[in-house]
């Protein structure tokens, strides 16, 4: 069973987003998926309920706001766990999650305030002892960029600095919005536009393939 974790301390950088995204995706690939939602907001958890009647694609959504429990609560077939981290939440918030994970997804906006706001989290989650001995990948997502614009591109150059890998740029969409709304995703449609937005997350599922 492999479990990622998506996770900022920066609110609003498309955390939600992504974690349902990720767990769409495996499960459409035929995985059993779990999404495990530790923000007490339980945006994840109205989505995975909104596509719970999907012939293919369901996803079981399992509260994990009570530290440990939400491990017992996770089927023993499962094959692919999608940690939703709690808005504002450092390492020692996820340490649960982070003792089980196969690896940490970071999203970043293009901004300097949530670039400066990011480097916190990030050495929080560097003093981990799993992540400190190379047991446990991390790596940033750089999400709602408009790519043809200075800002992002200075961004995506700031963050290309760090030690921690920028393994996938996502621009920025209303599709994202409306399509979480729905209890949806990218990966549940095939337009040739749609398949323009799905191109920008392989780079980050080929990274995620490689975790154990």
């Known amino acids: 069973m492999k479990t990622i974790i998506v996770a900022s301390s920066k609110g609003g950088v498309g955390k939600t987003t992504i974690a ?21 907001q339980g945006s994840s958890t109205r989505w995975a309920q909104r596509r719970a009647g999907m012939a293919n694609g369901a996803v079981l959504p399992i509260d994990g706001t009570k530290k440990r429990s939400w491990q017992r ?36 906006l293009p901004s300097a305030l949530d670039i400066e ?4 989290f990030l050495n929080t ?33 700031v963050m290309n600095e760090w030690s921690i890998p920028v393994v996938a740029q996502l621009r920025d969409s209303q599709a994202y919005v409306m399509l979480t709304g729905l209890g ?24 995620l393939g490689k975790a154990r």
């Not at 706001?117 to 916190?120: E, G, L, R, S």
Request: hydrophobic share 45%.
């Open 117 to 120: 706001a990011t480097v916190p």
């Open 184 to 207: 949806k995703s990218l990966f549940d449609y095939n337009s040739a536009q749609i398949r323009e937005h799905q191109n920008d997350w392989q780079p980050l599922l080929k990274w």
């Open 73 to 108: 609560a996770v089927p023993e077939d499962t094959q692919r766990v999608i940690v939703d981290g709690a808005a504002g939440a450092m390492a020692e918030d996820l340490e649960s999650f982070l003792d089980q994970a196969s690896a940490v997804v970071v999203p970043v």
């Open 20 to 40: 349902t995204h990720l767990a769409a995706q495996s499960a459409q690939a035929g995985q059993r998926t779990v999404i495990v939602d530790a923000d007490p």
């Open 125 to 157: 989650l560097a003093k981990h002892p799993r992540v400190r001995k190379g047991q446990l990948p991390v790596a940033l997502v750089a999400n709602k960029l408009k790519p043809w614009t200075n800002a992002s591109q200075q961004a995506v150059a």
